[in-house]
């Protein structure tokens, strides 16, 4: 038998990948560390003593810190006992975790139910209210305490009656562990679990035969890896669409800088074949022919100027 100590938080619901649906209650299972070893020679049973919660060390007592500082270990709020032969290998400064149960397991949950004050005995035990109408008194009583005329001088101890109704230990038994984490620290149990928020809990290993096969507990829907995942595709997404648009934009700019290169190659391409025109007209223009001066006699330009 295992057993560990937990606080109850709240009743959620969880669902499994098949679309299975489980009410649970969430226990918040802390380390539970082993302050001290019960044996059989020393104190006469055989138990594990165990520590729940850590508090600081100036809220503890003398006695307390002697206690902590003996087993080595940091003071705890909460002290209490555990048994179980599948817990005989612990020793002190041990630290008793939530993987110490897994996913089907079949458990007790132990705790101290809620106080509901002083009760009549419809709230107490259920008993049926008197008639209402027809001038009828008696509504809410607690009914006759006559014993069949059985030794009438006195109420037979038992007697059902009103008085202080819950703030007792109570069992719930084979419960049913949908999740142990213990990295997070908690498990969750299938249905009701007794006590109120934030009170401490019991669960141990079901002490009654299970009839039939084991009822096997689907897996559950990770809603927290799933977001992590969505929210991890949508940055890879995000960053495949930049990478796109990064190379859309370098090939967008490359084929703009090769254009210019090929419209500044031809610009001069086209400059150096207008020189090259401009090269051979000068090479094939002939040369201009000077005009010829016809030259007069001599003789007859003397008798002119005669």
Known sequence: MKQIIGRKMGMTEVFAKDGTMY??????????????????????????????EEKKESKANKAEKGHFAKANVPVMKVLGEIKGDELANYKVGDKITADIFKAGDVVDVI??????????????????????????????????????GRNNARVIPGKKMSGHHGNLSATILNQLVVEANAEKNYILVRGSVPGAKKSLVVVRSAIK????????????????????????????EEARIAEEKAAAE?????????????????????????????????????????????????????????
């Open 209 to 236: 035969v299970q009839l039939g096969k084991p009822e096997k507990v689907h897996e559950l829907i990770d809603f927290e890896a799933e977001k992590k995942a969505a929210e991890a595709a949508r940055l890879a």
């Open 23 to 52: 009410a649970v209650t969430v226990i918040e299972v802390l380390p539970n560390v082993v302050t001290q070893v019960k044996t059989l020679e020393k104190d006469g049973y055989v138990a594990l003593q165990v520590g729940f």
């Open 250 to 306: 370098a090939a967008k700019k490359a084929a703009e800088e090769a254009a210019k290169a090929a419209e500044e190659a031809a610009k001069a391409e086209a400059a150096k074949a207008a020189e090259a025109k401009v090269e051979e007209a000068k090479v094939e223009e002939p040369k201009a022919e000077e005009p010829k001066v016809e030259e007069a006699p001599a003789a007859a330009e003397e008798v002119k100027g005669e």
């Open 111 to 148: 705790g101290t139910s809620k106080g509901r004050g002083y009760a009549g005995v419809i709230k107490r035990w259920g008993h049926a209210i008197g008639p209402k109408g027809h001038g009828s008194g008696y509504h809410r009583g607690q009914g006759s305490f006559a014993n069949n």
